[in-house]
């Protein structure tokens, strides 16, 4: 099939979260799978050098946005057998954020409706256009616009995926001025969200199947806790639901090759492990000990990763248990204030790194014990998934695609990938962690855990294959 996927970022270009690594993994396993994919971002100001400069000139177009007639430059760069094509305007794209400006409604409406364009442009006619989050969101609606006086677009499919409800990008009506489209997309059967437009709702609504990045999410999004106030367009246009799990890139999370690890190891040689947790011990400033729990938080700083659970109980935790923890990450001033604190009170024992570092992440998910991960809602989650794959144990709450990847471990029957508890409270995560440590000075259990955890395939064959499942529906 020929498949158009559209994307804010992708990784190795550009990113700002979990979408960009989505967006450059995926479109890679379906070329391997023998489809024709082409990826559009646009041309930022910030996508580094090494790749501008490798970029060939394909032509230009023009978008008309309300009274304006926008230039929209074509570039294009071959990625690992992939076509990536870049939407050029520098009154768009060459800033100083890639999100978070005051035209961003504007901006990523170009960009939408340019995606909609390039493919005669470019001269690709695909079977699929796959739009994502609310940044392309419009690209659905455009597909359906224009379809109304273009039978080019006629037996094109929309597919959409949500990576994060929370943000729906939501405008004044008057956007639809804008957007070039008529008033009648103004209701509540369309576009229209309370007096302002919804361009998530537009790519629910005018998708022919929208997807959400674990199954366990697209069942929570149904209702209200989960739903953002989407929960009743979801719920209207759940039969052309479906969840897909996210995957993880196996060349760059591979335990074997990695080369930010102190000492490469599988799960033959699982024993070398050890190494990386005594590395950790050493930058960070702990005690090197080997028979102690080690838990990591490799996490943004904010509430919805469950940081009022686990603030809630530090105190506890490590004045009655003899632990490490260790913290990567940034976010609210808050938590940073919160875990800087439990540093100075706890200094054998706890280390914060409030910053990112991606080579100590790389350590820090080869050489802890346990990840912490006690999310309030986790549409996916990448960092069990690499914690796994590097046999570090996951602690999770039951929501989203952590419900879906940890499996609870049974000390009856020695299944399990990980442990879970699924209120939202501080004392049944608490109890969580002491079970894990229980389980820590049980060699035999903590082997079975960690056997179970590494053999997980979690890459990106499974998902790519669902969606080419779903694409081929819509198709035949």
């Known amino acids: 099939m020929n498949i158009l996927y559209c994307t804010s970022e992708a990784v190795p270009f550009i990113k700002t979260g979990g979408l960009a690594d989505v967006a450059g993994s995926l479109p890679l396993e379906m070329k391997r799978q023998g489809h024709d994919i082409r990826v559009v971002l646009p041309l930022y100001g910030k996508i580094p050098l090494e790749y501008k400069s490798e970029m060939n ?18 570039m294009e760069l071959e990625h690992e057998g992939v076509k990536f094509y870049f939407i050029d305007n520098e009154r768009y794209f060459n800033r100083s954020k890639i999100y978070g400006e005051g035209d961003d409604g504007e901006r990523f409406l170009f960009f939408s409706k340019a995606c909609v364009q390039l493919p005669k442009v470019i001269g690709f006619k695909p079977n699929i256009i796959h739009s994502n989050d609310w940044h392309t969101a419009m690209v659905n609606v455009y597909i359906k616009d224009f379809a109304r006086g273009d039978s080019y677009y006629w037996d094109i499919k929309a597919v959409y995926t949500i990576h ?73 246009h759940e039969y052309k639901l479906k969840g897909i799990v996210n995957g993880i890139d196996y060349d ?56 009022e659970l686990v603030c809630y109980i530090m105190d506890e935790l490590l004045y009655s248990e003899d632990i490490q923890v260790v913290i990567l990450g940034t976010g609210d001033e808050k938590y940073e204030n919160a875990f800087r604190y439990f540093e100075y009170r706890y200094p054998d024992k706890l280390r914060a790194r ?44 039951e929501t989203g695609g952590l419900k879906d990847t940890v499996k ?50 979690n890459n990106w064959e499974k998902s790519a294959k669902e969606y080419i499942e779903l694409y081929e529906e819509l198709v035949k």
Not at 253 to 260: A, I
Not at 363 to 389: K, N, T, V
Not at 422 to 449: G, P, V
Request: hydrophobic letters at 35%; one cysteine or more; glycine letters at 8%.
């Open 252 to 307: 760059e999370w591979n335990p074997k090759k990695d080369k930010y690890l102190s000492k490469n190891y599988d799960l033959k040689t699982i024993d070398k492990k050890i190494e990386n947790k005594r590395e950790i011990q050493r930058i960070f400033g702990l005690e090197i000990r080997d028979d102690v729990p080690m838990f990591a938080m490799v996490s943004r700083l904010v509430e919805m990763k469950g940081l």
């Open 57 to 74: 000139y394909i032509g230009y177009f023009y978008v008309d946005l309300g009274n304006a007639h926008e230039y929209a430059g074509v």
């Open 354 to 397: 409030i910053y990112y570092n991606n080579e100590e992440a790389h350590l820090i998910y080869s050489g802890a014990d346990f990840l912490l991960m006690p999310s309030l809602a986790e549409p996916c989650g990448i960092s069990q998934l690499i914690a796994m794959r590097y046999g570090t144990i996951p602690i999770v709450r």
């Open 164 to 236: 994060n409800l929370k943000y729906q990008g939501v405008f004044p009506a008057d956007i639809l001025r804008v957007a070039g489209l008529s008033p009648e997309y103004f209701n509540d059967e369309a576009l229209k969200f309370y007096d302002a437009v919804n361009f998530m709702k537009g790519g629910i609504v005018f998708s022919d199947y929208f997807t959400t990045v674990s199954k366990n999410y697209a069942n929570e999004i149904k209702y209200d806790y989960f739903g953002e106030g989407l929960d009743g367009v979801i719920r209207k």
């Open 408 to 457: 609870p471990y049974n000390e009856f029957t020695g299944e399990g990938t990980g442990f879970s508890f699924s209120n939202i409270n501080a004392h049944d995560l608490l109890y969580t962690i002491r079970q894990a440590i229980r389980f820590y000075y049980d060699e035999k259990s903590m082997k079975n855990i960690v056997t179970s955890a590494m053999n997980e395939e």
